[in-house]
């Protein structure tokens, strides 16, 4: 099964727009998620709707992050996506007639919605400021852009 790595990238991607002193186009963004530009306009567009990014149109325009950018947590970075699945796991058949499978089912159920529940305020718990300290703590002596992301790994140098 194939993961949603849209959280990851797009957390990736604002990152190191935080240490942009301009506006990052969608070309640029794309590369760095390795993606197509309309994909990436499709998500900022979700973004730039909670106020969390804003375009600008024009020779040298593009997209930036607002003021209290630092404040932003996972949580509102999920949920500006649409809540996509946070587990790859799930109940073979949602309606079962069967009661065996009911009962699987509801302990299933239940320990899914508790691990989301806890996964989702964990989200809530972390800013964007947080991770450019984490990521500063990590590179204290190194500017982001002289530290390119490797395309195939997705890590830093």
Known sequence: MKRDSRLSGILHVLLH???QDGPATSETLATAMQTNPVVIRRIMAGLR??????????HGGGWRLTPGWDGIT?????DALGHPSLLA????TEAPGCLV?????SALGSAFDQAEALLLA???EITLGMLSADFHARRPDAPIHSTPCDKESGHGR
Do not use: H, P, T, W
């Open 122 to 124: 964990r989200f809530g």
């Open 17 to 19: 727009m935080a240490e």
């Open 101 to 105: 499978e009911q009962a699987v089912n």
């Open 89 to 92: 796991i799930g109940n073979r």
């Open 74 to 78: 996972l949580r509102d970075i999920y």
């Open 49 to 58: 709707d909670r106020d969390y990014v804003r375009s600008e149109k024009g």
